[in-house]
């Protein structure tokens, strides 16, 4: 990330939530877990992990990941109490959601549209949109989009 609010706490880098089984790794959001990544695990308790090279709350990878030095990159990351990127992501997650919130709203609108036209071509138009918007909804499913 560009803006540097990191203080090196090394929170991030403990209680890494990972899903070994099925290869998917929740920490910058939801996300593949690399066998890179992977190799730099140690077992905690169920599905968390802390990173091999974490020591004294310092990174001593020589040559970490790209997604160490991206993190956190993703506005629906899961950041740790008190990580000084709380607001920044919080912004982040918030203009996607009000972007969402638009295209619901334009959503109802066409729909009533279809509804007081009895011109098919018209109608199909409408449903073009409506269907495009929704799938940009629906990409933010998991995430909740359902209720923004
Ligand atoms: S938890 Fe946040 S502030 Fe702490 S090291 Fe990670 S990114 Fe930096
Ligand atoms: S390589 Fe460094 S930055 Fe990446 S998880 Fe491990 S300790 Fe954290």
Redesign the pocket.
């Known amino acids: 990330m560009t803006n540097d609010f990191?203080?090196?706490?090394?929170?991030?880098c403990k209680n890494i939530k990972a899903d070994m089984y099925n290869n998917i790794l929740f920490w910058d959001g939801k996300m593949p877990l690399t066998e890179e990544f992977k190799s730099m695990l140690i077992p905690e308790n169920n599905n968390v992990y802390t990173c091999r090279y974490l020591k004294e709350n310092l990174c001593t990878n020589p040559s970490k990941p790209d997604i160490c030095n991206n993190?956190?990159s993703s506005p629906f990351v899961e950041?740790?109490e008190n990580?000084?990127?709380c607001g920044l992501i919080f912004m982040k997650r918030e203009k996607i959601q009000q972007k969402i919130r638009k295209l619901k709203e334009e959503i109802i609108h066409y729909n009533a549209l279809i509804d007081t036209t009895k011109d098919k071509k018209e109608q199909n138009q409408y449903q073009r949109i409506i269907t495009s918007h929704q799938k940009l909804v629906d990409k933010y499913k998991e995430y909740g989009s359902k209720d923004w």
């Open positions: 990191c203080n090196k706490c090394g929170a991030c993190y956190p950041l740790p990580c000084h990127y």
